[in-house]
């Protein structure tokens, strides 16, 4: 790349292929080495549409980074592009990078002055345009999961309160909607008040100390929120109580939140007038398994464990999402010890199965006969 002007800011964008080296040892260089020129090849030709006259591009063959430098001054604000038009161009060159190989990237940008050929100021200069990227896509994802979780009680009381406007309810019915409208309001609140305090993405908080609740209440809270979604696809929803009660280390409102989110993806994705099963049972003396069975396609075996990435939605997904609920769900759960996976439903749908750990029993108390020793 070319020496640039101290005195000029200017845009960098990088491209890196993250699995080039991964590809090379498993299935031989020549394998690598095809890919990144399928990849460079697609970075070029995007560029040539993308790029401005006097914008250029670089790769290194020793290296997976595909670079960028916006040089040209006919931009929207002058001489250096605007972050939204940096951006929108590293979109570009990204997802024309990552249909060429369908291998994982990673992308960034950061401005840079005065860098010449130096090998060690311009792989600083990648190193920071990459940690840019990551931070940029960790605002994105929290905020995300912001709007995710916040949009999940609206609904709800959305959906009450409109059955309550436009229906002739009985006083009794009419005052269980207003009441569950208010729990939701209420859980709302905390629910801001939590990520204010922590966000639900980080599991080096570590988890809350204390915290525990009664599942078979929670489940039906859980029941209650999605009830206006499960009518409105007609969907049918059974849920087999336990034979025994159960005391779980986890908040009320983190499991029913955990709970209405894997409800929601049953419910999206099973069949339309179709049906969702809800279970629970003790596994043994330190958990209890909630399972959620649905009729819908299922998911496939190799993208079992992809569902639970943020922004990740499996193949035969029939619905819309952001790829949100389940990923928070998993951090929710393991933050508190337990775990979720997904295997094949008995309903021939997707078997959710959230295991939670049992709340420790509360220390037996002194007799009064130890109390007088």
Avoid at 260 to 281: C, M, P
Wanted: neutral net charge.
């Amino acid at each position: 790349m070319r020496a640039i002007d101290a005195a000029t800011p200017v845009p960098l964008l990088v491209v890196r292929l993250r699995d080039l080296e991964h590809i090379a040892w498993r299935k031989g260089r020549a394998a690598a080495r095809a890919l990144e020129k399928s990849c460079l090849r697609s970075f070029g030709y995007a560029a040539a549409r993308t790029l401005r006259s006097e914008d250029v591009m670089a790769h290194d063959e020793e290296s997976e980074d595909f670079l960028a430098a916006l040089l040209s001054p006919m931009r929207v604000s002058g001489a250096v592009a605007t972050p939204n038009d940096c951006r929108a161009t590293l979109a570009r060159l990204a997802s024309a990078t990552k249909s060429a190989g369908g291998a994982r990237i990673e992308t960034g940008w950061t401005l840079i002055c005065g860098l010449g050929e130096e090998k060690d100021s311009l792989a600083k200069a990648v190193e920071g345009a990459l940690e840019r990227g990551a931070r940029e896509r960790e605002r994105y994802a929290f905020f995300s999961t912001i709007g995710h979780e916040l949009r999940t009680p609206l609904t709800s009381i959305r959906g009450y309160l409109e059955t309550l406007l436009e229906e002739d309810l009985d006083p009794t019915t009419a005052r269980r909607f207003l009441e569950v409208a208010r729990n939701e309001a209420m859980r709302m609140g905390r629910l801001v008040d939590d990520m204010f305090d922590v966000s639900m993405l980080d599991l080096r908080a570590g988890a809350p100390l204390g915290e525990s609740t009664a599942l078979g209440p929670s489940i039906t809270a859980a029941l209650n929120v999605v009830a206006p979604f499960a009518a409105a696809r007609g969907t049918s929803v059974q849920h087999l109580p336990a034979a025994a009660s159960h005391v779980v280390a986890i908040g009320a409102d983190r499991l029913v939140q955990a709970l209405v989110n894997v409800l929601d993806n049953a419910i999206k994705h099973g069949r339309e007038r179709g049906r969702v099963l809800v279970s629970s049972t003790a596994l043994d003396q330190r958990y209890v398994d909630v399972r959620i069975d649905d009729d819908g396609p299922g998911i496939a075996a190799d993208e079992r464990e992809a569902v639970f990435e943020l922004a990740r939605r499996g193949a035969n997904a029939r619905a819309g999402g952001s790829g949100i609920g389940l990923a928070v769900v998993r951090l929710m759960v393991e933050r508190v010890g337990g775990e979720i996976d997904v295997h094949e439903s008995r309903l021939g749908g997707a078997q959710f199965r959230v295991r939670l750990p049992l709340a420790a029993p509360p220390p037996a108390a002194l007799s009064s006969t130890a109390v007088s020793r």
